[in-house]
């Protein structure tokens, strides 16, 4: 099963329980900080994905970490779950995917747009409109740049991708001009 897949099916699951209980807030603070913990010490996650390690020491050491934290019992029994599965390593891309299906549950998407240069507030303010009359929800828009696409910008939904970048024009007239 892929990662995102993983990520996915956890996200939803622990959205799910922590929109029923109300700990969103804290648990979405609390992921967050395991995900650093795991980042910060590949140590750390080399022991966990370690099959030479027995499955009873693994979980003696997530207990001894969960008494050092004291993390929310969501955030615990949530741990504890993804060591029986064996996906505690999968904590960042569960934690990235988790913010993503709590926006998604409050009717909010989130969307990139690229642009060769710096847009200016009222170009913005235009694309922060037009997404949400597409979408028809809220839409958290992060603006990057990147001089590599020429000019025009490319705008990313979820998995869907809109290119009206120069570059992308550039090169699909290439392609029709060899193929001829």
């Known amino acids: 099963m892929s990662t995102e897949t993983v990520a996915r099916r956890y996200s939803a699951a622990l959205a799910d329980v922590v929109l029923q209980t109300g700990d969103v807030d804290t648990v979405k603070s609390e ?5 650093q913990i795991f980042n910060e010490n590949p140590d750390l996650a080399n022991v966990f994905s370690n099959p030479a ?8 050491l997530l207990e001894e970490l969960l008494a050092k934290s004291r993390p929310s019992k969501t ?5 504890r779950i993804l060591l029986r599965n064996d ?3 999968e904590i960042g891309e569960i934690h990235d995917r988790f913010a993503s299906v709590l926006e998604e549950r409050k009717g909010v998407v989130s969307a990139e747009i690229t642009s060769a ?5 009222s170009e913005r303010a235009a694309f922060q409109a037009n997404l949400e009359k597409l979408t028809g929800k809220k839409v958290n828009i992060k603006f990057v740049t990147n001089s590599d696409i020429i000019g025009g910008v490319v705008t990313r939904i979820g998995s869907t991708v809109y290119d009206g970048s120069v570059r992308t024009k550039l090169d ?6 060899i193929g001829g």
């Open 53 to 60: 390690i027995s499955h009873v020491n693994k979980e003696k």
């Open 75 to 79: 955030t615990a029994n949530f741990l």
């Open 172 to 177: 699909t007239l290439k392609e029709q001009l």
């Open 117 to 121: 240069r710096e847009l200016p507030e």
């Open 31 to 35: 992921l967050a900080g395991w995900h």
């Open 87 to 89: 996906r505690i390593n």
